[in-house]
């Protein structure tokens, strides 16, 4: 693994939603007037007759992409992940999930990330909204070459897919030979004793913690849960069966996202603890990346001292 150089996972998607676009002419990307920042001005620039601009109106791009998606096309809907997971809300629920489309809706700027944007623009309620709604799959890479693949994967499967990216820069953590498959958890580090299941901007968080823990011989198993809907049911029960003690951690409300989904397994399952570290269940601020984290409790220390507030 490496985690010296550090890119913006928006960056992977733009890199490979214009390679998509050169090998399939159905790949569309449906642009909020907001290319630059979400990276898909070069997409726009090599395949405009693939590229439509509505302006800034998040709902009609929604609208767009639904009807292209009726003649075969794959359209992305690019655009912030505040406006394209909740002012997008009703047309995401009406006009591509509820006829199961074909539609991605591709956002930058997730979580806590816009950082001295301010609350507004942080996203900290979308993957738990969209994750309510029949049909959609929901996708939060870990770092820049994982947005790639998962960006590729998700233009290959059939069916409404909300992929969040970052806007800050992020630890590269994995290597050109990484395989990932929605719905299914990439096992970062195998380990006994108590096991961190995260996702996006918090996966290098977790490995950070787990080689701290390591040290004084904790042994903890590390998984980015890349997709959180469909959960990996499967992976989430062995951790529950085999360790019994969980922390989740995202860059997300603690409610609705990562972590309330794998306490709906553990829940059903009658057994385990989970311990839940994300955002507050408050709105952000004006304020950098890492201290937004901090303030939330998101942080290697804080992981470290939760692990150890286990019975180990």
Known sequence: MMEMTRKATREGFGEEIL?????????????????????????GTAYPKQHINVGIAEQNAAGVAAGLATTGKTPFVVTYAVFGSLRMCEMIR????????????????????????????????????????????????????????????????????????????????????????????????????????????????AIQAAEALAREGISAKVLDMHTIKPLDVAAV?????????IITVEDHNILNGLGSAVCEVAAEM???????????????ESAP???????????????????KSFDL
């Open 270 to 284: 009658g057994k385990g603890q989970v311990k839940r570290i994300g955002i507050r269940d408050k709105f952000g």
């Open 237 to 245: 029960s062995d951790c529950i069966e085999n360790i019994g003690k």
């Open 19 to 43: 390679a998509l676009g050169k090998q399939n002419q159905d790949i569309y990307v449906v642009d909020a007037d907001i290319a630059k920042s979400c990276k898909s001005t070069a997409f």
């Open 94 to 205: 009406q006009e591509i999930c509820y006829p199961n489309l074909n539609v991605k809706i591709a956002c930058s700027h997730g979580g806590v990330t816009p950082a001295n944007d301010g609350a507004s623009h942080q996203a900290i309620e979308d993957m738990g909204v969209l994750r309510t709604i029949p049909n959609m799959t929901v996708i939060m890479p870990a770092d820049y070459v994982s947005a790639k693949k998962l960006t590729a994967a998700a233009a290959d499967m059939y069916g409404p897919c909300y992929i969040r990216f970052t806007r800050d820069a992020i630890p590269v953590i994995y290597d050109e030979s990484a395989e990932f498959k929605i719905g299914k958890a990439h096992l970062v580090k195998d380990g006994s004793d108590v096991a961190i299941i995260a996702n996006g901007d918090t996966v290098h968080l």
């Open 289 to 307: 990346y890492e201290r937004l984290l901090a303030k939330n409790g998101i942080t290697v220390e804080d992981l470290v001292a939760t692990a």
